[in-house]
């Protein structure tokens, strides 16, 4: 089972660039890398999927390096609105389905006015 | 707004009773999955089903059981209740079954309340 780390928390400003780093030495070869955004007392929502390399779309970019045991989340300019719980997920070998959906702490993050 | 649909949103009940919990998935998709929410414990995964069969088990007590219909609804049973299964319970669901490029869209979930 691919585990993950992230840091607990952060804090930014309204504005900013925020980027918040997953680590997840032992993924294997069939692994994506996936994200999700949790308000409080809703569900988590998707946010971005990469495999390697880079990937952006209207939300936000994740940068996957060469070796892919990490894997790095960036929010360009975030709002007040933006404060949420966000969850970084590793899938497991493909035909282990319900190890894919391990869901770590996550990283709580505050965006202050 | 998901497309994916839960009830009731809330639940109060005491100990030792038993509930269900209802869950409607997007249109064409075809996995449901259940998880549990938690202060001190996360997001806990517990089953999912891809049409109409079990296909992962996480974290589910024997006392809570699930079944997926054939019009693809889910229902989570929770028996034998007790103060710590007080938590939210969240349903979400893919079109594929359960791969790890599959998107979960979750519902909005059902507080349960045991006293």
């Known amino acids: 089972l691919a585990k993950t780390t992230q840091p607990i928390s952060m804090d930014s400003y309204e504005g900013q660039e925020v980027n918040i780093t997953c680590s997840h030495n032992n993924i294997a070869t069939n692994d994506y890398i996936t994200w999700y955004q949790q308000f409080p007392s809703q569900g988590p929502r998707f946010i971005i999927q990469?495999?390697?390399t880079k990937v952006t779309n209207e939300v936000a970019s994740l940068f996957i390096p060469a070796d892919r045991k990490s894997s790095t989340l960036s929010l360009p300019r975030v709002s007040l609105s933006d404060t949420a719980v966000y969850y970084c997920l590793v899938g497991d070998k493909w035909d282990n389905y319900g190890q894919n959906f391990v869901f770590g702490p996550g990283t709580r993050l505050s965006v202050l006015p | 707004d998901s497309g994916v649909t839960q009830t009731p949103k809330h639940l109060i009940t005491a100990t030792g009773q038993r509930v269900t919990l209802r869950c409607s998935p997007r249109s064409g998709d075809l996995s449901v999955y259940w998880y549990q929410q938690s202060l001190d414990q996360g997001l806990q995964f517990l089953i999912q089903?891809?049409?109409?069969?079990?296909?992962a088990k996480g974290n589910i007590l024997e006392r809570f059981s699930a079944q997926q219909f054939p019009d693809l609804h889910s229902e989570l049973n929770l028996s034998s209740l007790e103060l710590g299964d007080s938590a939210l319970y969240f349903c979400?669901?893919?079109?594929?079954?359960?791969?790890?490029?599959?998107?979960?869209?979750f519902g909005p979930g059902t507080r349960l309340t045991v006293l």
């Open positions: 979400a669901s893919s079109s594929g079954g359960g791969q790890n490029t599959d998107t979960q869209y």
């Open positions: 089903y891809y049409n109409g069969e079990e296909r």
């Open positions: 990469g495999y390697k």
